[in-house]
């Protein structure tokens, strides 16, 4: 269970004001079709995050653990620091017209914009971490949905009443905080 509580609340954090959230801001936006934005989001999400959580478990597995220990901490305290910084997205960028449905946009769109990303690479660390791909994967993709639903629901409207940087701010800390843990654990 605490790894699944764990990465909830370190993606959800995670993903304020990351470039998939505002993705998924853009989507909403111009393509006005919530429900298969938010599944496209869903299947992209758990393809992503369980690609991510195996790399995470081979990690695991291949490194030995002292040095996993140091591995993980240092990345976590890496991801931290990149937390504060803001992501954008370019708003007036044209928007290529597809024969793609909104979900299948939201998909391809979704999985691409994911891959290096802060929440990957948390995921990928998480599953390196704790030995239970399920709930790392199950734990990732609900924080991805609880910060990413409310967006494409209230659109533009959430995305000004959000304070992203105190967000950034307490997610930076969650990631030092999991550096540290990491480290004292053992």
């Known amino acids: 269970m605490e790894a699944f509580f764990v990465s909830i609340v370190v993606v959800a954090l995670g993903e304020i004001g990351d470039k998939t959230q505002l993705l998924a801001l853009m ?8 429900v298969p934005i938010i599944l496209g989001i869903v299947v992209a999400t758990l393809f992503n ?9 081979w990690v695991r597995e291949a490194v030995p653990a002292n040095v996993l220990r140091w591995l993980l901490a240092l990345s976590f305290l890496a991801v931290a620091l990149w937390a504060l910084k803001p992501d954008t997205i370019d708003d007036e960028a044209p928007v290529p ?5 909104a979900f299948m946009v939201t998909v391809v769109a979704f999985f691409l914009a994911e891959i290096g ?8 660390m998480l599953a390196a971490r704790f030995d239970n791909l399920v709930a790392v994967v199950a734990g990732t993709t609900l924080g991805m949905l609880i910060a990413d639903v409310p ?4 659109g533009r409207m959430a995305a000004n009443k ?3 940087k105190a967000v950034r701010i307490v997610a930076a800390c969650l990631f030092a ?3 540290v843990l990491t480290l004292l654990a053992g």
């Open 27 to 34: 989507l909403a936006a111009r393509l006005r079709k919530p």
């Open 49 to 57: 995050h369980t690609l991510a959580g195996l790399l995470g478990g």
């Open 97 to 101: 017209h597809s024969h793609l449905s």
């Open 117 to 124: 990303d802060k929440t990957q690479i948390a995921t990928v």
């Open 151 to 154: 967006v494409v629901l209230l």
């Open 162 to 164: 959000i304070p992203f």
């Open 177 to 179: 905080a999991l550096a």
